[in-house]
């Protein structure tokens, strides 16, 4: 077994299968590229309010917890490539609705092909359509507040391992989409309660006590955390030892989420097929 | 064509209905089928066809039973059964928001076709799609988007190939032409169809199914001497046809009756029953009487 995943022509097999995937994703995405613009800009609202209220008010209160004048727009530009990255979730029910809708989806299931292609495939095409605008608002943050190479490794690193928990997570959500859709849109709405308690648009100070009670119980926040602080502390063993509860959960998560990913997907897509044509 | 390549034994799935019950789409279903033989399933909408389908090319798991595949049982090794079939259903599973060859380019790439590019160029050649090729396949019209299809179900180079209803809303041309094309692959085919001329035209055995059981299977001599035991007649009667159908149905040397617009499609069980029939007919305004060969489609219509 472990010769076999060692040997060369079989990682080249299984890369040019992830990669035709990416190839024909980009395609798809590419065909209607206003669209696609339209999703850039999307999550700039989200970060409008934000800015604007923090502009405000640290004009009143210098310091809050440990966001001031000088690092709140890291915040802010952190949240909107962190929303870009979110699009991975979304981005698994579209394409598999798409598949689901050509018929698309049993010409590759009865293929020598499984479904960690498949999380890899829309994983690294979404990784690639937003490469722009996530490129842009890096860069322009790390003009605002320049960091070490190290850091900006890090924090690249730890954007990709959570582009790797949403592609897990968007797998589970694209399995339901397309077999159980009333339970897809339950699940969306939890999702986004979660989402809303894990602070990637308002800082954790901002809440009040009873709401702090229930973020501490969110391991995305400690993810989210995690990678703001690698760039206003800008010293990643530091961060590390300091935060390494919120180090473990990123990986634990890394891990654990799309394995339970994909074995929901196996599970769910051999028990209910493709339902409601 | 000695070694059986599919074979089923006691294929059964149910479905759950919303009330809780469950209905029967295939109950214990044994077929077997050779290499290199073109195999015909007929069966009306609902008859368990694509269940059958997507059950052996793995797309589906049976209530009960279990299937072999060249060898390997299709619930415990789908992996190589999988490595040795190709599937085209009645639509057409393309992705219409790229062009037909980023289409082929994708599967072949998928199932590690090597020298894909030849290869697509050629068959697209042979297809007459060498023009269309790098136009989206949203701009295709149907018989070009199947033809595309079947396309991608040859360049998949699997040794055997699933049909599910491939000439569904194709112009005659276009039918005449995948016929000729399945007719041509020399491979194993499975074949599932309404269109009772292609099942004629190309299989080797053809098995009969209706709500979820086989009624008949065999070779298509086998089911042409099942036909040839009877007489078919199609007789025109403007007026009272509903009474001369009561009054036939009285009389056993009568096979079978089938009712359609002014006609009544009697099939005989001998020649020598010629007789009696006239002197039925004698009473009734017959405007037209014809003796014709039975067709595949008779069966059909008698075993379902």
Same mark, same amino acid.
């Given at each position: 077994?472990?010769?076999?995943?060692?040997?060369?022509?079989?990682?080249?097999?299984?890369?040019?299968?992830?990669?035709?995937?990416?190839?024909?994703?980009?395609?798809?995405?590419?065909?209607?590229?206003?669209?696609?613009?339209?999703?850039?800009?999307?999550?700039?609202?989200?970060?409008?309010?934000?800015?604007?209220?923090?502009?405000?008010?640290? /004009?009143?209160?210098?310091?809050?917890?440990?966001?001031?004048?000088?690092?709140?727009?890291?915040?802010? %530009?952190?949240?909107?490539?962190?929303?870009?990255? $979110?699009?991975?979730?979304?981005?698994?029910?579209?394409?598999?609705?798409?598949?689901?809708?050509?018929?698309?989806?049993?010409?590759?299931?009865?293929?020598?092909?499984?479904?960690?292609?498949?999380?890899?495939?829309?994983? +690294?095409?979404?990784?690639?359509? =937003?490469?722009?605008?996530?490129?842009?608002?890096?860069?322009?943050?790390?003009?605002?507040?320049?960091?070490? +190479?190290?850091?900006?490794?890090?924090?690249?690193?730890?954007?990709?391992?959570?582009?790797?928990?949403?592609?897990?997570?968007?797998?589970?959500?694209?399995?339901?989409?397309?077999?159980?859709?009333?339970?897809?849109?339950?699940?969306?709405?939890?999702?986004?309660?979660?989402?809303?308690?894990?602070?990637?648009?308002?800082?954790?100070?901002?809440?009040?006590?009873?709401?702090?009670?229930?973020?501490?119980?969110?391991?995305?926040?400690?993810?989210?955390?995690?990678?703001?602080?690698?760039?206003?502390?800008?010293?990643?063993?530091?961060?590390?030892?300091?935060?390494?509860?919120?180090?473990?959960?990123?990986?634990?998560?890394?891990?654990?989420?799309?394995?339970?990913?994909?074995? *929901?997907?196996?599970?769910?897509?051999?028990?209910?097929?493709?339902?409601?044509? | 064509?000695?070694?059986?390549?599919?074979?089923?034994?006691?294929?059964?799935?149910?479905?759950?209905?919303?009330?809780?019950?469950?209905? &029967?789409?295939?109950?214990?279903?044994?077929?077997?089928?050779?290499?290199?033989?073109?195999?015909?399933?007929?069966?009306?909408?609902?008859?368990?066809?694509?269940?059958?389908?997507?059950?052996?090319?793995?797309?589906?798991?049976? &209530?009960?039973?279990?299937?072999? =595949?060249?060898?390997?049982?299709?619930?415990?090794?789908?992996?190589?059964?999988?490595?040795?079939?190709?599937?085209?259903?009645?639509?057409?599973?393309?992705?219409?928001?790229?062009?037909?060859?980023?289409?082929?380019?994708?599967?072949?790439?998928?199932?590690?076709?090597?020298?894909?590019?030849?290869?697509?160029?050629?068959?697209?050649? /042979?297809?007459?799609?060498?023009?269309?090729?790098?136009?989206?396949?949203?701009? +295709?019209? &149907?018989?070009?988007?199947?033809?595309?299809?079947?396309?991608?179900?040859?360049?998949?180079?699997?040794?055997?190939?699933?049909?599910?209803?491939?000439?569904?809303?194709?112009?005659?041309?276009?039918?005449?032409?995948?016929?000729?094309?399945?007719?041509?692959?020399?491979?194993?085919?499975?074949?599932?169809?309404?269109?009772?001329?292609?099942?004629?035209?190309?299989?080797?055995?053809?098995?009969?199914?209706?709500?979820?059981?086989?009624?008949?299977?065999?070779?298509?001599?086998? *089911?042409?001497?099942?036909?040839? $035991?009877?007489?078919?007649?199609?007789?025109?009667?403007?007026?009272?046809?509903?009474?001369?159908?009561? /009054?036939? /149905?009285?009389?056993?040397?009568?096979?079978?009756?089938?009712?359609?617009?002014?006609?009544?499609?009697?099939?005989?069980? $001998?020649?020598?029953?010629?007789?009696?029939? %006239?002197?039925?007919?004698?009473?009734?305004?017959?405007?037209?009487?014809?003796?014709?060969?039975?067709?595949?489609?008779?069966?059909?219509?008698?075993?379902?």
């Amino acid at each position: 077994m472990f010769k076999r995943m060692i040997n060369r022509q079989v990682i080249k097999n299984r890369l040019s299968k992830i990669l035709a995937l990416v190839e024909k994703n980009v395609k798809l995405k590419l065909r209607f590229k206003f669209a696609l613009f339209i999703s850039f800009i999307t999550p700039i609202i989200s970060i409008l309010m934000p800015v604007i209220i923090f502009g405000q008010f640290f /004009e009143f209160n210098p310091q809050f917890g440990p966001w001031n004048r000088n690092n709140f727009l890291i915040f802010t %530009f952190i949240a909107y490539n962190i929303n870009l990255l $979110k699009g991975i979730i979304a981005e698994f029910p579209t394409q598999l609705r798409m598949e689901k809708f050509w018929k698309t989806l049993p010409a590759l299931l009865i293929g020598p092909f499984n479904r960690y292609y498949l999380l890899f495939g829309i994983f +690294f095409s979404h990784l690639v359509v =937003i490469s722009v605008p996530f490129i842009f608002f890096f860069v322009i943050g790390f003009i605002y507040y320049p960091i070490s +190479f190290f850091t900006v490794i890090a924090i690249l690193g730890t954007f990709f391992l959570i582009a790797l928990i949403f592609s897990g997570l968007g797998l589970i959500m694209g399995v339901f989409a397309i077999s159980k859709e009333n339970f897809w849109k339950f699940l969306s709405f939890i999702l986004n309660l979660i989402f809303w308690a894990s602070c990637i648009t308002y800082p954790f100070e901002f809440f009040p006590g009873l709401i702090q009670d229930i973020i501490n119980l969110n391991p995305l926040y400690y993810i989210f955390d995690f990678i703001r602080l690698i760039w206003i502390e800008n010293n990643f063993i530091v961060t590390l030892t300091t935060h390494s509860l919120h180090f473990y959960i990123l990986i634990l998560l890394a891990i654990v989420i799309p394995l339970i990913g994909v074995y *929901i997907f196996n599970k769910i897509y051999k028990k209910y097929g493709i339902v409601g044509y | 064509m000695t070694q059986k390549i599919i074979e089923t034994f006691d294929l059964t799935k149910d479905y759950k209905l919303k009330n809780g019950k469950s209905i &029967t789409a295939l109950n214990k279903v044994n077929i077997s089928i050779k290499e290199g033989e073109i195999f015909g399933l007929l069966g009306p909408n609902g008859a368990g066809k694509t269940t059958l389908i997507s059950i052996l090319t793995t797309l589906l798991q049976p &209530t009960s039973g279990y299937a072999i =595949i060249d060898g390997y049982n299709l619930m415990k090794n789908p992996n190589q059964a999988k490595a040795r079939i190709s599937l085209m259903l009645e639509s057409d599973m393309l992705y219409y928001r790229i062009t037909g060859y980023d289409n082929l380019k994708f599967f072949c790439k998928i199932y590690g076709v090597s020298n894909y590019k030849e290869k697509i160029n050629k068959i697209a050649k /042979e297809f007459g799609l060498e023009k269309w090729l790098n136009q989206y396949v949203e701009n +295709f019209s &149907t018989g070009m988007k199947m033809k595309l299809a079947f396309c991608r179900t040859l360049l998949l180079e699997r040794s055997i190939i699933f049909l599910d209803e491939p000439t569904v809303g194709l112009d005659v041309n276009t039918v005449s032409f995948i016929t000729k094309r399945i007719k041509d692959i020399n491979k194993t085919v499975f074949l599932s169809s309404h269109n009772m001329n292609v099942i004629e035209k190309l299989c080797d055995r053809i098995a009969f199914i209706n709500q979820g059981e086989i009624l008949k299977i065999g070779t298509q001599e086998y *089911i042409k001497n099942l036909m040839r $035991k009877e007489i078919n007649i199609d007789i025109e009667i403007p007026k009272n046809k509903n009474k001369l159908k009561s /009054e036939l /149905e009285k009389h056993n040397f009568i096979n079978n009756i089938v009712d359609k617009n002014n006609f009544l499609t009697i099939s005989l069980k $001998k020649r020598e029953n010629f007789k009696d029939l %006239f002197s039925i007919l004698q009473n009734y305004e017959v405007t037209r009487f014809i003796e014709r060969e039975s067709s595949l489609e008779d069966l059909f219509l008698e075993i379902i």
